[in-house]
């Protein structure tokens, strides 16, 4: 394997007595989207600062194409970023805004200027090239930052929350253009989000983050139908979680005593063990075409009409302390105080180590 | 009733006008006296001691000092709150909230005790009286002022253009004079202009500092001792007329300036 | 904020040094100066605690405080009292457009010189001036009144000064203050009398604090209003400072008189501490 883009080794960061990164590694890929995940207070905006050169770790190293860039300003870095409050210069016209980077390094008017209409012409805003930012909506904004983060062709851009500043639909739609334009330079870009459709539908690579550590990483699909963590099976999607000990293991199937019944399903765990089994929205069976594995009855709490579905919670009637989520059909017939039977298929489950 | 209290509240702001307003209009009135005493009955208008007042070289002269003396005091105060508030607002400095406290104290004390300071000071050093003390004042009281109003823009927003113009390669000193001094140009001009109308009107410190030499309000003072005179209104409301021309200018540009 | 070290530790202090610089030696090493001089005997110059003793000995200084406390307390007072009304009216009865307006009509005096502005007074309130002449003249009293070189005077010049900038900042506070309050009240049944006492009041308060505070200092420390204005007949702190200066060139009295004003000044700021903090927004 040839030495990857960015290769971030043990970075431990602390601000005054508190660890935001304890001890995180994470290699990323020429030309690929990278998403870090996760809620605020995770420690994946200092990441990207530390990637930007904005914030040195207090431990470990950052090499960007194999050079040590642990200790080098942003403005001697491979790296831009686009801001999350877009840091647009309020008192230059837009061309002067995506120009200044290629000013700052010396280039020509007239090759600045062409530089400046092509970049804008790829983010669909060719016409604004004199126009002031404070005449821009929110969306033209965030793409004159995409367009004067990517002029000056970093080897790595990053994006901080990009999208948490616009409503639903727009950024839906920026979601999609910022895909296809990534596609199109070819340049690597860093995205950090706390919502997981936006991570889901961009990512090549996604890094779920909790409390300062990496929690799992991969490709988004797989991460989401085997999360690594119980986190992450949270986090990433919705699942119902149920908490069992192994009660029984041979030929690579184990059996697990749960507080909605025993559950036998795929796997090598020694006798004893205790485990979390998670189980997705969209995999559990509600009603009398019931699955393999039976989960109990349940009694219908809630159900919330989403348009092409609905989400269904359940209090089990073997344990009140167990919640499903459940995703139903928009033309299924359930209503709330209903008891109903909820099943799954082994497949399906997925096993979480504690 | 409801009627009652709304005839009562305008009658109430009117009666406040006029006490606002009664001492300018005498002033102005009796500017234009021709006789020698600016008292009832009126007998101008007259321009005679307008004529006096541009004819008389310590006036004049003591104009100018005052104009020097708030132009270069206030540009002094200015730089360096400007450049103290940006060290504290970007970097993360040791006792940041004591230091901060100690360039705002000044706000705090009377003029007249800081006057009375620098004189103790200069005198037991042997600094004579002069304009350039009046001026050193000046900046005592000024500076506080304007770090406080740079400072108090300088937000979160405004750390991260900075970064962003680092981020794109702008040495230090091109972040500052290409980014953060025009877009703290609006806070930088207000505490300007707000600086020069203080040292312009600042009374105590120029009369305890200066000597000779000195400036307006203090020469006005001066030409209090001969008692209610006419050309003294003069003064006055060539000092009103000038300021009034200088803040409609001020508040029809900065308007202008404000996007929509 | 952590920066990238390289930016240097040299870069950040340079920034701030000229400005702290620039306040420890022309303000807080005049102030060591003045302390110093304090303890300094006028004639002979030994250490001696004699000049703050004989503020609290001499009953002229001791009466030039209660004076400046008086006339500053009526004045904090009486502005407030004068200036919330009428800010009231500004902001509530004056329509949105015509607001701007009145507020510059309403502190343009403030663009006169300071002094011309105590001067002024005189002109209204002298002996033949326009208040006594109007008063003679349609026949109230016979006699023109002492108003000049009076307390009264002195209170009339710094209210007139006071109720401008008290103006501005109730103002300003009243306009911050979102509507969304008085809706909420009028919502909740409370008539317009009981929406201003339980809501806009209690909301304002710190607002007119600040404006009261600041009052208080600037009046306690003027020197030009008494002067021009109150006359030699009561005097006030200010006054006895400068005549220590002026006439008889005591700078160690001067001094001790000075810091006993802002020992004065400090309580009261410590007293009004809570209301009074500079944010950065």
């Known amino acids: 394997m040839s030495t990857p883009l960015v290769d971030i080794r043990d970075v431990s960061h602390r601000f005054g007595q508190h660890s935001v990164l304890k001890n995180v590694s994470l290699t990323i890929e020429p030309g690929s989207y990278t998403i870090l995940l996760g809620p605020s207070g995770s420690g994946k905006t200092t990441l990207l600062s530390i990637l930007g050169g904005f914030v040195s770790p207090s431990e470990g190293k950052v090499f960007i194409r194999g050079q040590d860039c642990t200790f080098v300003p942003p403005a001697r ?75 000056v062709e970093p080897a790595v851009l990053l994006l901080d929350e990009p999208l948490g500043a616009l409503d639903l639909k727009l950024r839906r739609q920026m979601q999609d253009e910022l895909k296809a334009i990534q596609k199109r330079v070819g340049t690597a870009f860093v995205h950090v989000t706390h919502d997981q459709e936006e991570a889901m539908a961009l990512a090549d690579h996604c890094v779920v983050m909790n409390d300062g550590r990496i929690e799992d990483e991969g490709p988004p699909e797989r991460v989401y139908a085997r999360p690594a963590t119980r986190f992450s099976a949270t986090f990433m999607g919705e699942s119902t979680i149920l908490a069992g000990t192994v009660t029984e293991a041979k030929n690579g199937t184990i059996a697990v005593a749960t507080s909605a019944g025993a559950v036998s399903l795929p796997g090598a765990l020694q006798q004893g063990t205790t485990v979390a089994l998670a189980i997705r929205p969209e995999h559990l069976v509600l009603g009398a075409a019931s699955g393999a594995v039976a989960l109990g009855q349940a009694t219908i709490g809630d159900v919330v009409f989403q348009g092409s579905f609905k989400r269904v919670l359940a209090t089990s009637a073997l344990d009140p302390a167990l919640q499903f989520i459940a995703k139903a059909p928009a033309s299924a017939k359930v209503r709330a105080g209903d008891t109903i039977a909820v099943s799954c298929d082994a497949s399906d489950i997925i096993l979480l180590a504690n | 009733m409801r009627a009652f209290t709304r005839i009562a509240a305008w009658c109430y702001a009117l009666a406040v006008y006029g006490f606002i307003f009664l001492p300018v209009v005498v002033l102005v009135l009796f500017s234009l006296q021709s006789t020698s005493f600016p008292i009832p009955p009126f007998t101008g208008p007259s321009l005679r001691w307008y004529q006096a007042v541009l004819s008389d070289t310590r006036l004049t002269s003591a104009l100018v000092n005052s104009l020097l003396v708030a132009s270069i005091s206030s540009a002094a105060a200015v730089t360096l709150g400007f450049l103290s508030a940006w060290g504290f607002a970007r970097f993360h400095l040791p006792g940041s909230a004591l230091l901060r406290g100690l360039i705002t104290l000044p706000l705090t004390v009377s003029y007249l005790i800081i006057g009375m300071g620098l004189l103790v000071l200069f005198n037991s050093a042997s600094v004579p009286k002069s304009l350039l003390a009046a001026g050193i004042g000046h900046v005592v009281i000024n500076l506080p002022l304007c770090f406080a109003i740079i400072y108090s823009q300088m937000g979160d927003h405004q750390i991260n253009i900075e970064r962003a113009a680092r981020d794109l390669g702008a040495p230090e000193w091109k972040v500052l004079l290409l980014i953060t001094v025009p877009v703290m140009a609006p806070a930088i001009f207000a505490a300007f202009f707000l600086s020069m109308t203080f040292s312009w009107d600042e009374f105590v410190i120029s009369f305890l500092l200066t000597r000779f030499d000195t400036t307006l309000p203090v020469e006005i ?38 996007p929509a | 904020m952590n920066t990238a070290q390289n930016n240097g530790h040299a870069l950040r202090w340079a920034l701030v040094a000229p400005a702290l610089g620039w306040t420890l030696l022309f303000f807080v090493l005049p102030f060591i100066a003045m302390g110093l001089s304090s303890l300094t005997a006028h004639e002979g110059g030994g250490f001696t605690l004699s000049n703050y003793s004989q503020f609290f000995t001499n009953a002229s200084y001791w009466q030039a405080m209660v004076n400046s406390l008086q006339v500053t307390a009526i004045v904090t007072v009486v502005s407030v009292l004068l200036a919330y009304p009428f800010a009231w009216i500004l902001a509530e009865m004056v329509p949105v457009r ?104 209690p909301l304002t308060l710190p607002g007119i604090m600040v404006g009261a505070f600041l009052t208080f200092v600037l009046c306690i420390g003027d020197y030009i209003t008494p002067q021009i204005l109150g006359g030699n007949n009561e005097l006030v702190m200010p006054q006895l400072v400068m005549m220590q200066i002026g006439r008889r060139g005591d700078f160690p009295l001067a001094s001790a008189l000075s810091i006993i004003l ?4 400090t309580a009261a700021y410590l007293a009004c501490a809570r209301w009074l903090k500079i944010e950065r927004t």
């Not at chain 1, 647009?88 to 805004?97: I, K, Y």
């Not at chain 2, 200088?246 to 029809?252: K, P, R």
């Not at chain 3, 802002?262 to 000044?265: I, K, N, S």
């Open chain 1, 77 to 151: 870095r491979p790296t831009t970023t686009v801001f999350q409050d877009y840091a647009l210069f309020p008192h230059m016209s837009v061309g002067a805004n995506v120009g200044f980077g290629l000013r700052m390094r010396g280039v020509d008017g007239a090759t600045r200027a062409a530089k400046v209409r092509e970049a804008l012409a790829l983010v669909g805003l060719a016409a604004a090239f004199d126009k002031k930012p404070h005449q821009l909506s929110g969306g033209q904004r965030q793409r004159v930052a995409l367009a004067r983060a990517l002029v």
């Open chain 2, 221 to 258: 003072w001066n030409l209090l001792r001969s008692g209610l005179n006419p050309k003294t209104n003069a003064v006055g409301s060539l000092v009103f007329a000038v300021s009034i021309v200088l803040v409609v200018f001020f508040e029809l540009t900065l308007l202008r300036r404000k």
């Open chain 3, 98 to 201: 015509w607001q701007r307006l009145a507020l510059m009509l309403a502190v343009l005096p403030f663009w006169t010189s300071y002094v011309v502005r105590s001067y002024s007074w005189l002109l209204v309130l002298a002996q033949n001036g326009v208040v006594n002449r109007a008063l003679t003249g349609s026949g109230l009293i016979s006699e023109p009144l002492q108003l000049a070189n009076t307390r009264l005077a002195t209170t009339i010049g710094f209210v007139h000064f006071f109720v401008m900038l008290l103006t501005l900042t109730i103002f300003a506070n009243l306009k911050q203050l979102s509507p969304s309050y008085r809706r909420a009240a009028a919502d909740l049944g409370a008539g317009p009398v009981r929406t201003f006492l339980h809501v806009v009041l």
């Open chain 3, 262 to 265: 802002m020992v004065v000044v």
